[in-house]
């Protein structure tokens, strides 16, 4: 059974940093991508970032470029995310996904196959 385990969400001040990370298990995910998404109260889900399991090919959203980085540990089958500049409007659970093939530049939800159950990022101002 593929899970998707993401931790370290938080509290915040703005401008300061955080790590997520996300444990995958289950299958090999080698041919995968692996996408971080966010969801504010009321809002759609939203890309944030992906990286291709394979290649470390990363790909960001307007909003989080030069202040968030994606990246994998292979050893550790576990993907990351750190963020740091937070803005209150970065506020929001943030979900990891997985999605087959490695195209990581995919932003649409609905095409990513596995999801984590969310871990909750709060910035204050």
């Known amino acids: 059974q593929v899970q998707l385990v993401e931790s370290g969400g938080g509290l915040v001040q703005a401008g300061g940093s955080l790590r997520l990370s996300c444990a995958v298990s289950?299958?090999?995910?080698?041919?995968?991508?692996m996408g971080w998404f966010r969801q504010a109260p009321g809002k759609e889900r939203e890309f944030v970032a992906a990286?291709?399991?394979?290649?470390?090919?990363?790909y960001y959203t307007d909003s989080v470029k030069g202040r968030f980085t994606v990246s994998r540990d292979n050893a550790k089958n576990t993907v990351y995310l750190q963020m740091s500049s937070l803005k209150p409007e970065d506020t929001a659970v943030y979900y990891c996904?997985?999605?087959?093939?490695?195209?990581?530049?995919?932003?649409?939800?609905?095409?990513?196959?596995?999801w984590g159950q969310g871990t909750q990022v709060t910035v204050s101002a």
């Open positions: 289950g299958r090999t995910f080698s041919n995968y991508a």
């Open positions: 996904s997985a999605k087959m093939g490695g195209n990581y530049y995919a932003t649409k939800p609905g095409v990513y196959n596995y």
């Open positions: 990286i291709s399991w394979s290649s470390g090919g990363t």
